[in-house]
């Protein structure tokens, strides 16, 4: 169920704890923009590290990475379609002076009827999107007063396509020859790498190449914390196949993709496909899967089909030729299959909506006061392998070598997962600490542990306390990831 309440209590714990952090805060930030901080630096690097391995190293697929440069030739976006294409429909208020994207205006509206009444105006909104309608779309707007949420009116101007890309120039002198892009998606990166994969890797078809980078877009409605962003990360992997066979590894990739949320804890009533009625420039089959953020379900991961359309105009556009020639035999005709420019399904992953879902997940607010005394904690439940922090180590006190001996462990530990070590406060103070940021493990060293060399070792979800042999700690945390 959407709640906004949820929402607003993620982005302040997110910002009290260092996960992420309005961008040039001091300046009063900016739309649309974060920055990561100390936590939320982990806890992404860990969900990247993760998308990287299952993709190119754990899959039954051969699939290669890269990390292409942000900058790309002008042409890039021309072939790709960006520069004709890549916009949404906006629409000015002539009172209040604020621009909105159509879909979110009308939206917006509809979360505020009934389900049944929302719905069908959203099936209306897209209709009238799917034939480019924009007539139709304004129309939709002023017999329903959808109002300006600023100035309360109704006056609007007409619908109109704005691009969404941002715009530079290289070099000292700004002309239209020296005008580049920020790359709005990191897929274009792989499709002018295609070749050089292919020839200096032999890869032989069907083979994937996936990329993790920054992809930047000028969104006009800053909304949902990082789930839209101006700045944001991609995590994408193109997959070459045969002509013909796309629709296979369309639905290949939609299994897939799901097998891979499925190991995130997740339950998987929370997740839906959602097939897309107007098709991208590119696709000739698409669906985003969705999660049931604390705003309701949002596109979390696209999965397109998007036939030979990019490799196609590349080849057009640059002059080369991007073709593969495939030896193997096709049975229909005894022959081989020959040349071709080969079909593309690609999956498209948010890192940044990523790193919401598991936030909103992990988010738990508990109550647990006793007759005795009112208490409560917040505590994110986070999956050991994404965890920031995998083990606390925490002496009891700063004294009679409890520190030496907390230190000895972190040394054998560090090596292997991220561990945190502090001395100071209460230990109760500290345990809450480590479950605000989510820490599965939390070591305590006491005097006992001089003794006889154990340790209590409290779980973060059940906060159960056990005293196990200080040997045993670091095997313990590396089972659980
Ligand atoms: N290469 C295909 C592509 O870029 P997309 O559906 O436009 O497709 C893919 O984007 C994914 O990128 C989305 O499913 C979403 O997770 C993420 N994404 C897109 N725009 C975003 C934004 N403004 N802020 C954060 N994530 C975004």
Known sequence: MANENTLQAIIAHAKEYGFVFPSSEIYDGMGAVYDYGQWGVELKRNVREYWWKWMTQMNEQNIVGIDAAIFMHPTVWKASGHVDNFSDPMIDNKDSKKRYRVDHLIEGYAETLSKEDGEALIAAMEKHIAADDFVGLKTLIETNKIACPISKTVNWTDVRQFNLMFSTEVGSVADEASKIYLRPETAQGIFVNFLNVQKTGRMKIPFGIAQVGKAFRNEIVARGFIFRMREFEQ?????????GSQKEWYEYWKTERMKWHSTLGIDPAKYRFHDHIKLAHYADAACDI??????????LEGIHSRTDFDLKNHQELSKKKLQYFDADIDPETGKAYGNYIPYVVETSIGLDRTVLMLMSEAY????LSTEEKQDSRVVLKFIPKLAPVKLAILPLMKKDGLPEVAKALLDECRPHFKCFYEEKDAIGKRYRRMDAIGTPFCVTIDH????????TIRYRDT?????????AVKDLVLKSL
């Open 235 to 243: 995590m994408e992997m193109q997959f070459f196949v045969r002509p």
């Open 290 to 299: 969705e999660y049931e953020y604390p705003m309701g379900f949002k596109e």
């Open 364 to 367: 738990t607010e508990e109550d």
């Open 448 to 455: 006992q542990t001089k003794e006889d060399q154990t340790v």
């Open 463 to 471: 906060m159960v306390q056990e005293r196990i042999h200080i040997s």
